[in-house]
């Protein structure tokens, strides 16, 4: 089933700055398996360390989140799109980047 | 569903001739009228934040003729702010930006009250703050802000337009409508510090703030009169590289701590720790066992000869305007090209301002590198010290 991933701005330096992946994908989580298989750095931030979804981070099919489907397991169909959605809060200097190692 | 009318102010209000005139473009619409217009004059709105967000959002409320209009920020306008900051002009650097916002849209409109807060939003203020408000509007720039906000519109009942922004990406929504989802329905937690960076590290484009921001004072005309679709129940997300609208769908969460079934938040709390800042630097001072070295050091060291590998952690883009001739690893790119690097060397890492180099120290100092040191204060602190002919960004 064709998927196509959307990367959010914030993600795409460790996705090779695209700004979607398209893949073939049963279930939204397959869809990311793929996704961080193909840009491991991806993975970190992402996923916390025990492989869940991190908190600060939604995942949609096409325009549902996932928490009020069946989470990773949600079946995909031809043409859905899976939307990353991370928290964004625009600019405190406060903020240090950090390296997630 | 309008704003209950129990919350707007008792008083009766009306139009003077002096509005009628104003607000003609308004009034000769069936879906504003005088109705709506009043219902405009009537209503309190809370700006948090007068910057690139709150710009657009003041000036159009204050056009719109909401009644009265409170502004509050803490900071100062800086020079960087002039390319997105549109209430701001040349003069007014240097300024308390809610007294030069209070001041720019009291010309634009002296029919409305606006008052000016000069003051940071606590758990010890928001919520006698937000009291008297109808409508709570988040244009702020930081993740414990925007916990504090939802919290307290949460537990007054207030709505809150809700507005952020990162380098070409927005969302907007409205929580804390009643019977929709609050912020913490869709992100019950921070990300860790540091882990998004700031307009300052990751940069903005000047427009966006004023798209989004332009689409929260429309969602607030539209709560105020009643109008239309809020976006309650709906985040908008803004591609503007691509051009691209999106909308998800919100839900209230069962589950949710603050506004669920089973809340367990019932008033508001440390912000900073909850988004683990308490304790971090916010200036660019570095943290304790990072080494560092000062500009003038760092160029009395070179000026004797020493064989020294300047390392700039920089991007490619920054490196362009202005740099020390150094090797440029980007950050984000220092793990997978540690390797050109080479132990037995003495290494001085710096950045535009100091912090992203004390990460790569850091990160450089747990991959065995012994001989390495943070240039204080990065490249900035090296033009304001040593060679005022590197600009500054």
Known sequence: ?????????????????????????????????????????LKKHLYTDDGRIRSFVNVYLNDDDIRFLKQEQTRTKDGDTITIVPSIAGGADAARLRLIV | MP?????????????????????SRHLIMPEIGMEGQLKLKQAQVLLIGTGGLGAPLGMYLTAAGVGRLGLVDFDVVDFTNLQRQITFSTQDVGRKKSEAARERLSGMNPQIQIDAFEMRLTSENALELFKDFDVIVDGTDNFPTRYLINDACVLLGKPNVYGSIFRFEGQATVFGYPGGPCYRCLYPEPPPPGLVPS???????????????????????????????????????????????????????????????????????????FCGIRGEETTVAVTAGIPEVTPREFKARLDRGD????????????????????????????????????????????????????????????????????????ILAWSDEVDPTVPKY
């Open chain 1, 1 to 41: 089933m064709p998927v196509k991933v959307i990367v959010p701005t914030p993600l795409r330096r460790f996705a090779a700055e695209r700004s979607s992946v398209e893949c073939e994908a049963a279930t939204v989580g397959d869809a990311l398996r793929q996704l961080t298989t193909s840009y491991r750095e």
């Open chain 2, 3 to 23: 704003i209950p009318t129990d919350t707007l102010k008792k008083t009766p209000a009306s139009l003077n001739k002096e509005e009628i005139l104003r607000y």
């Open chain 2, 199 to 273: 307009c300052a590290e990751g940069g903005v484009i000047g427009v966006l703030p004023g798209i989004v921001g332009a689409i929260q004072a429309m969602e607030t005309v539209k709560l105020i009169l009643g109008a239309g679709d809020p976006l309650a129940g709906r985040l908008l997300l803004f591609d503007a590289l691509g051009m691209h609208f999106r909308e998800v769908k919100l839900r209230k969460n069962p589950a949710c701590q603050l506004c669920g079934e089973h809340r367990t938040i019932t008033k508001l709390i440390d912000y900073e720790e």
């Open chain 2, 307 to 378: 064989d020294l590998f300047i390392l700039d952690v920089r991007e490619p883009h920054e490196y362009q305007i202005c740099n020390l001739k150094g090797h440029l690893i980007p950050l984000g790119d220092l793990p997978k090209r540690v390797s050109e690097l080479d132990t037995s060397r003495e290494i001085v890492a710096h950045c535009r301002s100091g912090k992203r180099s004390a990460d790569a120290v850091e990160f450089l100092q747990k991959a065995g590198f012994r001989k390495i040191w943070n240039l204080k204060g990065g």
